[in-house]
């Protein structure tokens, strides 16, 4: 008897996918969320689709409907229809600066015809149709009826939930006080997208193929600066985009299942007033989640003077308490100098290794290493680039090796796995910076002075928790 083609393999693999997931909202008792309607986050239903089963169920549905499409797609339309989607991100970004979203919010479910979006928006109607339907086509928007358009499940997530007007009115406030996502979107499709058309030109040119100067960058290029991009962001004329940027910092938690950062390490495990120092913690979103959950745990909260700002701001709103007794104190600190903070039980950092190259990665660590108690342990929580193959390296790290998906999928799940990609090479374009694979974790850990001792995968979270100690 043949063996099943890799199609009916592919196919299978979804029908069964498709099967665990209904099982699963069907014992919540719940309905999945329909495409069309807008994202609610108080629907119990939004639950189900974090619960570990679902995720994984979806993880496969996606990673083999990708592989099935590009299996049956016609090669040359395949690579054509991949070099044109530079124009999903400018649309994105059009409807952001826009406020389509909030305009079409106060439009209600039946939507508004294009030339009442458009008026409000202040733009052609004709030319943001055609915004407006290529990002329907990809199941962004909705169209209701020809040129009436309206949210849908995947538009409403980056609602500022404000006026129109005000957000016209006052641009650079659009976005405090918001979930952040919509900061976050503009910042990959204004920062992030500019920077990535100069990649050729810095992969070609030898004054920069070869660097890894966070000034001598595909963004160096893009906004004509020397400045590294952190820098860059603190001229008074960069004002709003480093307010947007700070909100997107938080809002890019929203990616993640609500504290999934609580899921790996054992955080209440840790003695009364033990200390966890988030290095370089933006406002402090990630450990005021943690704090929560461990209302004894003291906090230091470390960046530079501008964003403590806004961190103080952020906690005041979301953790007053913590505030009031001073179990949050805000450092300024730059940490390629020297850590003045020697009692940590916890140094964390989340999405920082992944904004420098190996030797300002090393550099950053080892302040922390030398600053380190025998009982300190490191917590890098950053993405980790799978490798599509066996590893020896994955299987000897506690918590690192993932069970293999089923054939035919690609070894690293694909599609359903693309993100650490994308981000890599945006860390590159920004910064010269890098998504790790496992391998690239070690090496900067060794080469500061720390031993990686386990990694706790997040469930539900592109993040993994990556736990060293002093070596």
Known sequence: ??????????????????????????????????????????????????????????????????????????????????????????????????????????????????????????????????????????????????????????????????????????????YIGTSGLGAYLEHITDEGMKSSSYMTDALVDPATAFSED??????????????????????????????????????????????????????????????????????????????????????VNQDRAPVLEQAKAYWSEHLKSHVDSKMVEFQVHDFFTPQPVKNADIFMLRQIVHDWPDDAAIKILSHLRAAAAPKTKLVIVDQIIPYATESDLVNSIPGMARPPPPAPLLRNMGAAMAVPYWADLHMYALLNGRERTMGGFVKVCEKSGWKIVQVYHLPGSLFSETVAVPA
């Not at 960058?217 to 400045?227: G, I, L, Y």
């Not at 590294?228 to 910092?249: C, D, H, I, T």
């Open 1 to 174: 008897m043949a063996s099943p083609s890799s199609l009916r393999q592919l196919s299978d693999i979804i029908a069964q996918a498709v099967t665990d997931i209904e099982a699963e909202y069907a014992k919540a008792s719940a309905r999945l969320p329909s495409l069309d309607e807008p994202f609610n986050p108080t629907n119990a239903a939004e639950a189900v689709g974090m619960h570990p089963n679902v995720v994984v169920a979806s993880s496969l549905v996606i990673a083999a409907a990708a592989q099935i499409t590009a299996t049956v797609s016609n090669p040359a339309l395949a690579i054509i229809n991949d070099s044109l989607l530079y124009h999903l991100s400018s649309c994105l970004r059009a409807t952001a600066a826009l406020n389509v979203v909030e305009i079409l919010r106060e439009g209600g479910p039946g939507g508004l015809h294009v030339q009442e979006i458009a008026k409000k928006a202040r733009t052609d109607p004709d030319k943001l149709a055609r915004v407006l339907r290529l990002l329907a086509t990809h199941h962004v928007f909705r169209e209701v009826t020809p040129d009436v358009f309206a949210n849908n499940r995947i538009s409403s997530v980056i609602d500022k939930g404000k006026p129109s007007e005000l957000c016209f009115e006052k641009p650079s406030e659009k």
């Open 214 to 299: 966070p000034t001598s960058t595909p963004f160096s290029r893009a906004f004509s600066t020397t400045a590294s991009m952190f820098a860059w962001y603190e001229s008074p004329e960069n004002k709003e985009r480093l307010v947007r940027f700070g909100v997107g910092q938080a809002g890019s938690t929203k990616i993640d299942p609500p504290e999934s950062i609580l899921l790996g390490l054992k955080w209440n495990q840790l003695p009364k007033d033990a200390v966890l120092v988030d290095v370089g913690g933006g406002v402090g979103s990630t450990s005021l989640i943690i704090a929560k959950a461990t209302p004894n745990l003291r906090i």
